[in-house]
C-alpha cells in the first residue's frame, strides 16, 4: 500500500469512528441538562414569571415536546450550525459564538505558543543535563506549573505584574478606543493586516498576562512530556552515530534528538487543547476576557440552560474536529501511525 493510500485509509478509518464519538458526547450533552434538577425556564426567569410566560418561552423551545422528539430536534438543530436561542438575552448563541469566539481562540492560539515554548524549552534541558540541578529544577517546575490553579496563578499575575509593578492591565482585551477594525476578530492579526500598531501593541499588553497563565498551566505537561521523550531519544543508536561522526552536541540534541521526540508529544498537545479551551473558561472570568468562556460563566450564573447547552455542544464539536486534525497530522509526520 502506498504512502498516500494508507493516510486516506487512515483518515477514512479516523472519520468512522469520530461520528459515535461526537453523538456520544452530543447525547450526554442533551441528557446532563435534561436531567439537572428543577425547571430550566423557571430557573432562568425566576419564580416570579407568569404561568403564560413560562409556558411561551418553553413551547419556543420545545420543552414541551416528548423527550425522544427534543433529541431529534437536538441533533437536527447541530447538524444545522443551530445551537439554540439563550433565555437571558433573546438571541441565538450561534450569534454569542460568533461574537465572543475569536477573543477565545486568539487566547487559546496563544497559550499553545506559550505552552510548547516553555515546555519544549525546559524539557529539552532538562533531559540533556539528566539528574543534575537544571533537571531536577526542570522536573519540579513542570509538577508546580500542573498542579497550580488556573485561577489562583491569575490573580498572583495580576497582583505582582498589574498591581505591584504596573507592567501590564490586569483585564480586558484592549484599551477604550483602541479597538482594531474588525476583519476576523482577532485583534493581533487584525490590527497587523491593517497597520494599526498602536492597536497591535493594546492587544498584545492585554492579552499577554491571561495567556502566559493558561500556556504555564499547560506548559508542566509539555515539559514532563518532552523531557520523557528526549530521554529515550537520546539514548536511540541514531544519535549515538551522529555523536561518533563529531557532530556537535547542541545539533544532537535540537536537530536529531527534539525532532523525533516531538513525534509523540504533538498527539498528546493536540488532546490538550481540550483542557486550554476548559481553562479559558476560569482564564476569562479571572481577566475579564470577552470570550465564550466568559459567556458561559455568566449564562451559569443566570441558570440559562438553553444557552450552556449551545456553547458547551459547540465545544464539544469543536475539540472533536480539533483532536481528528491532530490524528491527521501525526499520521503524516510518523508514517507508523497510518500502518499500524
Known sequence: MSATSSLRAYLLTRLALTLPLLLLLLTATFLLLRVAPGDPVIATLGDRASETRVERVR???????PLWRQYAGYLADVATGDFGRAITTDRPVRQTIADRFPATLELTVSAMAVALGVGLAVGAVAARFRDTA?????????????????????????YLFSVRLGWLPSSGRTSAFAEPRDVTGLYLFDSALTGNWE???????HLTLPAVTLGLV??????RLVRVNMLSTLRSDYVEAARARGVGERAVV???????ALVPVVAVVGLQFALLLGGAVLTETTFNWPGLGL???QFLQNRDYTAVQGIVTFYACFVVAVSLAIDVVTAWIDPRIRYS
Open 59 to 65: 413551547k419556543s423551545l420545545g420543552l414541551n415536546e
Open 134 to 158: 537544571l533537571d531536577i529544577t526542570g522536573r519540579l517546575l513542570g509538577i508546580v506549573l500542573y498542579a497550580a490553579p488556573i485561577f489562583w496563578l491569575g490573580i498572583l499575575f495580576q
Open 199 to 205: 492597536a497591535f501593541s493594546q492587544a498584545l499588553r
Open 218 to 223: 499547560i506548559g508542566g505537561i509539555v515539559v
Open 254 to 260: 535540537f536537530r536529531h534528538a527534539l525532532r523525533n
Open 295 to 297: 459567556s458561559l460563566y
